[in-house]
């Protein structure tokens, strides 16, 4: 269905979306392009949360991704526990990389429970190199709450069997502990 300015408007159930200028395109969407975007679509930055939240009602996560690229940039309010609350989810398809990134960026609070269960869980799958662990790690270190650095703190105290060595250098990285705990770089990464 044509909506204004000529963009395809998408509906499912009561709940609409724009998708035509708005997510048009491919590739990575920089606040450069988020910019253009809020200033060709107005409403975009009052509305990208129904649009969201209609991408994950439907399971569109391609189009959830580009939305939630965009949102990082317009910042709307209550953009956080969107995001959370997908990545909280499990959903199959969520490109749960990206989603902890852009928490991260957000340092959003209330992502801490979300990004730190997705840690616990895949500390034993995400190995020998531990990409969305340590990409969790480092978005805990940039959220910065108490209960982050609680959990960072844990994973870097622990013994060597109970935390995979990468993501306890990564921990005490992030807290500025790493020569405290006498860790040594090449050999916790396996470089040395």
């Excluded at 398809?93 to 997705?118: F, Q, W, Y």
């Excluded at 250098?169 to 090449?186: K, N, R, S, V, Y």
């Amino acid at each position: 269905m044509e909506g204004e300015k000529g963009m395809l408007v998408i509906c499912s159930g009561s709940q609409r979306y724009t998708d035509g200028l708005l997510i048009a395109g491919q590739g990575y969407v920089g606040r450069e392009r988020a910019a253009e975007w809020a200033a060709a679509v107005p409403e975009s930055r009052t509305r990208i949360l129904d649009w969201l939240r209609c991408a994950s009602d439907s399971g569109d996560w391609r189009r959830f991704e580009r939305l939630a690229g965009a949102a990082v940039h317009l910042r709307p309010e209550g953009l956080a526990p969107t995001l959370a609350a997908v990545l909280a989810s499990g959903a199959q398809g969520v490109n749960a990389e990206d989603l902890v990134d852009m928490l991260g960026e957000l340092r959003a609070p209330e992502a801490v429970d979300a990004i730190s269960a997705l840690v616990r869980e895949r500390k034993g799958s995400d190995g020998p190199f531990f990409p969305l662990c340590v990409k969790g790690v480092q978005s805990l270190g940039e959220i910065g709450t108490p209960g982050a650095l609680v959990f960072l703190r844990g994973i870097a105290t622990s013994a060597p069997d109970e935390w995979p060595d990468p993501l306890r250098w990564h921990a005490a990285e992030q807290l500025g502990i790493e020569e405290e705990l006498g860790f040594d770089e090449d050999e916790m990464l396996g470089g040395g």
